[in-house]
């Protein structure tokens, strides 16, 4: 009797615990869902005549998944909509292209439970017209995890660059890396090239001539790549520069101007188009900083971030022969993140996304003057 009346203890004892533990998982999780991280980032900008177009993504949903955002803004760049890709799981978008009747934009996502589980996502291109209506949408996977980072418009079809490899705990022979895809306009994959190995290896840039594209990016963490293709993806030449990394590449005049960086220090290079380097300019009023983005008006302007106590943007405006004009930094206590710049009615402006005092992510545009003066913040 003694040993039933224990026995029952013992069981009361672990149900209550059960039950407790229960509890306290169900509020843990009721909670951190409630105060997850709001997110909300631009990754590209475009324009046209008579609108803006951002692309990027938050994780404005009930289960704060990260969905592929387009959103579109009037000459005054007030927003008239803005549409998620919302199909299966986490999804970005990282680059853009404007075309007479809609916008193409590229990035990546995860198709199925499986890649959401595995943490590996496929390519992405998906084209809406001027209503924000998907006209096709259309995956790309070589390896396990495939990313797309920039695309350009041509009359038959379209160039999009980015990254496949396999994820950390797969092995392999296939050739991945960097790669370089020609689609059609129906969102068919003409053909494609990859550059690299199967684990290391992005393309993060590029522009295309009137024959050839030259395309930039990383082989592995710490050397830059530049590369010439015919507009067949022949490959032309590939050359290689030891402690770099390459993010933006511009052609001026017959000569490639690339940003990056170097050693912890951002970089800027001018090279002859067939990737002999003429000219490099460090930018060292900051230390630990890169350059992300270039355009080139009547002079270069390259956009950055540093790294220092806290994430800072970084605005440099050169001359052709890498001389320095010009350079403010963006920030304050907070962390601001620049990630593209556009010509714009004679001024410049720059999107991104700044993290403020709830830790939450909140995407913006700040206009610049020609002197590099700020005109304004818009939220």
Same mark, same amino acid.
């Given at each position: 009797m003694k040993k039933e009346k224990h026995l029952k203890k013992i069981i009361s004892i672990c149900i209550f615990i059960i039950v407790v533990q229960g509890v306290f998982l169900f509020y843990s999780f009721f909670f951190q869902s409630k105060e997850s991280i709001y997110f909300d980032g631009i990754n590209a900008i475009r324009k046209n005549d008579n609108y803006y177009f951002a692309v990027g993504s938050n994780n404005d949903n009930d289960k704060h998944y990260e969905k592929a955002k387009v959103s579109v803004y009037?000459?005054?760049?007030?927003?008239?909509? %803005?549409?998620? /890709?919302? *199909?299966?799981?986490? &999804?970005? #978008?990282?680059?853009?292209?404007?075309?007479?009747?809609?916008l193409i934009a590229v990035g990546s996502y995860e198709k199925t439970k499986k890649d959401h589980n595995s943490l590996v996502r496929r390519g992405l291109i998906v084209r809406y017209d001027y209503d924000g209506s998907i006209v096709f949408s259309s995956e790309f996977k070589l390896l396990d995890n495939t990313k797309f980072t920039n695309?350009?418009?041509? %009359?038959?079809? /379209?160039? *999009?660059?980015?990254? &496949?490899? #396999?994820?950390?705990?797969?092995?392999?022979n296939e050739q991945g890396g960097g790669i370089l895809v020609k689609y059609d306009k129906k969102g068919n994959v003409d053909w494609y090239k990859s550059l690299g190995s199967s684990k290391e290896g992005i393309f993060n840039d590029f522009y295309l001539s009137d024959d050839f594209i030259y395309v930039v990016g990383?082989?592995?963490?710490?050397?830059?790549v530049l590369c010439k293709y015919k507009l067949d993806g022949e490959l032309i030449y590939q050359k290689e520069f030891d402690n770099n990394n390459f993010n933006g590449v511009y052609l001026v005049d017959?000569?490639?101007?690339?940003?990056?960086?170097?050693?912890?220090?951002?970089?800027?290079?001018?090279?002859?188009?067939?990737?002999?380097?003429?000219?490099?300019?460090?930018?060292?009023k900051v230390s630990n900083a890169k350059f992300n983005r270039i355009i080139y008006d009547d002079s270069l302007i390259v956009i950055g971030s540093s790294f220092n106590k806290n994430y800072d943007g970084i605005i440099v405006k050169y001359g052709m022969d890498l001389e320095e004009l010009s350079a403010v930094t963006y920030g304050d206590d907070k962390n601001d993140?620049?990630?593209?710049?556009?010509?714009?009615?004679?001024?410049y402006l720059v999107a991104g996304y700044s993290v403020y005092e709830d830790k939450n992510y909140l995407s913006k545009f700040v206009r610049y003057s020609e002197a590099l003066k700020v005109l304004g913040v818009e939220k």
């Amino acid at each position: 009797m003694k040993k039933e009346k224990h026995l029952k203890k013992i069981i009361s004892i672990c149900i209550f615990i059960i039950v407790v533990q229960g509890v306290f998982l169900f509020y843990s999780f009721f909670f951190q869902s409630k105060e997850s991280i709001y997110f909300d980032g631009i990754n590209a900008i475009r324009k046209n005549d008579n609108y803006y177009f951002a692309v990027g993504s938050n994780n404005d949903n009930d289960k704060h998944y990260e969905k592929a955002k387009v959103s579109v803004y009037d000459e005054k760049r007030d927003k008239l909509f %803005e549409k998620l /890709y919302n *199909v299966g799981f986490n &999804s970005a #978008y990282f680059g853009a292209c404007v075309e007479d009747d809609g916008l193409i934009a590229v990035g990546s996502y995860e198709k199925t439970k499986k890649d959401h589980n595995s943490l590996v996502r496929r390519g992405l291109i998906v084209r809406y017209d001027y209503d924000g209506s998907i006209v096709f949408s259309s995956e790309f996977k070589l390896l396990d995890n495939t990313k797309f980072t920039n695309v350009i418009s041509v %009359e038959d079809g /379209y160039y *999009v660059i980015g990254q &496949s490899i #396999y994820k950390s705990t797969d092995f392999g022979n296939e050739q991945g890396g960097g790669i370089l895809v020609k689609y059609d306009k129906k969102g068919n994959v003409d053909w494609y090239k990859s550059l690299g190995s199967s684990k290391e290896g992005i393309f993060n840039d590029f522009y295309l001539s009137d024959d050839f594209i030259y395309v930039v990016g990383q082989l592995n963490d710490n050397v830059g790549v530049l590369c010439k293709y015919k507009l067949d993806g022949e490959l032309i030449y590939q050359k290689e520069f030891d402690n770099n990394n390459f993010n933006g590449v511009y052609l001026v005049d017959d000569h490639l101007y690339i940003c990056g960086s170097s050693d912890e220090r951002a970089l800027l290079l001018k090279m002859s188009l067939e990737g002999d380097i003429i000219t490099s300019s460090y930018y060292d009023k900051v230390s630990n900083a890169k350059f992300n983005r270039i355009i080139y008006d009547d002079s270069l302007i390259v956009i950055g971030s540093s790294f220092n106590k806290n994430y800072d943007g970084i605005i440099v405006k050169y001359g052709m022969d890498l001389e320095e004009l010009s350079a403010v930094t963006y920030g304050d206590d907070k962390n601001d993140y620049l990630t593209d710049i556009i010509y714009d009615n004679g001024n410049y402006l720059v999107a991104g996304y700044s993290v403020y005092e709830d830790k939450n992510y909140l995407s913006k545009f700040v206009r610049y003057s020609e002197a590099l003066k700020v005109l304004g913040v818009e939220k």
